[in-house]
């Protein structure tokens, strides 16, 4: 849908959410569109940001992650993706160097 950036991927309540690519934590907050979220930096420039997790997170900022390192879990934070209205979803946004947002499927094969 149009209303919101990322990608929502259906993903069942409790499952872990892993970084897709090496980097490192730069922000973990909460917020109500968002719920409890994750952003990580990249070495390309990209930054990838997790929302609608679980408020216990895995990581905290300054912490480097791995390609597959789980980093949270999957909650039901946000009041804007709920699972009254998306399901249980995972909203996983990707920005450029720029700050642009850019389509995480040009980027990631999910």
């Known amino acids: ?60 900022e300054g912490d480097m992650v791995t390609e597959g390192q789980e980093i949270g879990i999957i909650g039901n934070s946000s009041l804007v993706f709920t699972s009254d209205i998306c399901g249980d979803v995972l909203n996983l946004q990707v920005e450029d160097a720029n700050g642009k947002s850019v389509d995480p499927s040009s980027y990631f094969n999910f």
């Open 1 to 60: 849908s149009d209303f919101h950036k990322g990608m929502d991927f259906a993903v069942p309540f409790g499952t872990p959410i892993t970084a897709v690519m090496p980097g490192t934590v730069i922000e973990t907050g909460e917020s109500d569109s968002y719920g409890n979220y994750i952003v990580v930096a990249h070495a390309n420039g990209l930054k990838t940001k997790y929302a609608n997790l679980d408020p216990e997170v895995y990581v905290s």
